[in-house]
C-alpha cells in the first residue's frame, strides 16, 4: 500500500494513497463542514460546505471527493473560506423556508448547526419565501419540501442501502426538488419499502416520521 505524507493546516500526516482529505482530515481530529457528505454513501460534493484552499490550486477543492496526493498542503479554515460557507449556508436558509421554531428537526438540524459554526446569526440575503408543498401522502413519514436542502442523501440511501431507487431529483433551477417515483406523492409509489432509511439520512427536516415514538 502506498503512502502519501501531506500536511493538513498544522498537522503532518501520513495516510493511505486514495484517501480524501476530508478522511484525512478527520483522522487527525481535523473537522470539516459537510452537509451532502454521509458515512456509508458514495460522495457527490453537492453541498460545496467542505471546501478547502489547495497548495497550487487556483480555485477551492471539494474535500470530500478530493484524494490526497505526496506533498500536498492543506488549508481548511481560512477566512475566504469561511466566508464562502457562510454565504453557502445564507443560500439555503434563503432559498428554502427554514422556520425552525416549528420544525420537527429544531435541536437535532444539521443545517442549524452548521450556521452556528459559520457564524449566522443573520442572512445578509433577501428571503425568496418559495410555495412548496408538503407530501403527507405516505402512512408513515412526511415531505417537506420547504426545508429540503437537496443534499441527496435520501437519493443515495435508498439505491445504494435499500436498492429500492424510490427517489430523484426533478425539474431545474428554482423549480428543482426532491421527487418520488415518476414524480408521484409518496404514498403510492410501489417501490417504496418503508424502511425509512432515507428519514434517517435527512440532515433537516424535510423528511420525517409523521408519528413520533
Known amino acids: 500500500m502506498s503512502v502519501c505524507t501531506l500536511r493538513i493546516n498544522d498537522h503532518d500526516l501520513a495516510i493511505a494513497a486514495g484517501t480524501t482529505v476530508l478522511e484525512a482530515a ?3 481530529g481535523i473537522t470539516i463542514p459537510t452537509l451532502c457528505q454521509h458515512d456509508g454513501l458514495s460522495a457527490v460534493a453537492a453541498c460545496r460546505l467542505c471546501l478547502v484552499e489547495v497548495e497550487g490550486q487556483q480555485r477551492p477543492l471539494a474535500a470530500c471527493v478530493t484524494g490526497v496526493w505526496e506533498g500536498m498542503r492543506v488549508s481548511t479554515s481560512s477566512p475566504q473560506l469561511q466566508e464562502i460557507r457562510r454565504t453557502v449556508v445564507e443560500l439555503l436558509f ?3 423556508n427554514h422556520v425552525c421554531a416549528v420544525c420537527v428537526a429544531n435541536g437535532h438540524c444539521e443545517l442549524q ?3 452556528v459554526q459559520v457564524g449566522m ?3 445578509r440575503l433577501p428571503y425568496r419565501f418559495p ?3 408538503v407530501d403527507l401522502s405516505h402512512p ?3 415531505l417537506d419540501h420547504n426545508r429540503c436542502v437537496l443534499c441527496t442523501r ?4 435508498c439505491d445504494e442501502l435499500e436498492g429500492a431507487h424510490v427517489w430523484d431529483v426533478g425539474w431545474r433551477g428554482e423549480h428543482c426538488r426532491i421527487i418520488a417515483g415518476l414524480d408521484q406523492p409518496w404514498g403510492e409509489v410501489e417501490a417504496c419499502t418503508h424502511c425509512g ?3 434517517d439520512v435527512c440532515p433537516t427536516g424535510a423528511l420525517f416520521h409523521r408519528w413520533q415514538p
Not at 435520501?154 to 440511501?157: F, K, L, T
Request: hydrophobic fraction near 30%.
Open 197 to 199: 432509511q432515507c428519514v
Open 154 to 157: 435520501c437519493v443515495r440511501a
Open 121 to 123: 446569526d443573520h442572512s
Open 140 to 142: 408513515l413519514f412526511g
Open 131 to 133: 410555495q412548496r408543498s
Open 26 to 28: 478527520r483522522s487527525v
Open 94 to 96: 434563503t432559498e428554502g
Open 113 to 115: 448547526n452548521l450556521a
